[in-house]
C-alpha cells in the first residue's frame, strides 16, 4: 500500500500563487509516476500534471506555463506550484501515485481562487 498525504490548499486571489505538496509512504519503490489531478464542482476529475521517476512531466493545456510540478525524491515529495491563479482553477486537488497494478490517491485538498 501507499499512503499520500497532502498540503493544505486554501484561498487566493486571482493572479497569486500557491505551491501544493504530496508526501508519499509505504510501498513507494515501486512508483513510477505521480501526479495532481483536480475536480471542480460538477465537473469529472481532470489531469493537471504528472511527472515520472524520470522526471519527465505532462501538464494539462489549461495550466501550461502557469504550473510547475517538481519531485523531491530523497523526501518522496512531489510538489506542485501554481502561478497566475484563476477562478477556474478553484477546485479540489488529488494528488496521484501510480504503479503498474493500480492508482492511489490522496484525501484531496480545496483551492479555491477568489477576490
Known amino acids: 500500500q501507499v499512503q499520500l498525504v497532502e498540503s493544505r490548499g486554501g484561498l487566493v486571489q486571482p493572479g497569486g500563487s500557491l505551491r501544493l505538496s504530496c508526501a508519499a509512504s509505504g510501498r513507494i519503490g515501486s512508483i513510477y509516476r505521480m501526479g495532481w489531478y483536480r475536480q471542480a464542482p460538477g465537473k469529472q476529475r481532470e489531469l493537471v500534471a504528472t511527472i515520472t521517476s524520470g522526471g519527465s512531466t505532462n501538464y494539462a493545456d489549461s495550466v501550461k506555463g502557469r504550473f510547475t510540478i517538481s519531485r523531491d525524491n530523497a523526501k518522496n515529495t512531489v510538489y506542485l506550484q501554481m502561478n497566475s491563479l484563476k477562478p477556474e482553477d478553484t477546485a479540489v486537488y488529488y494528488c496521484?501515485?501510480?504503479?503498474?497494478?493500480?492508482?492511489?490517491w490522496g484525501q484531496g485538498t480545496q483551492v479555491t481562487v477568489s477576490s
Open positions: 496521484n501515485a501510480a504503479d503498474h497494478i493500480r492508482n492511489y
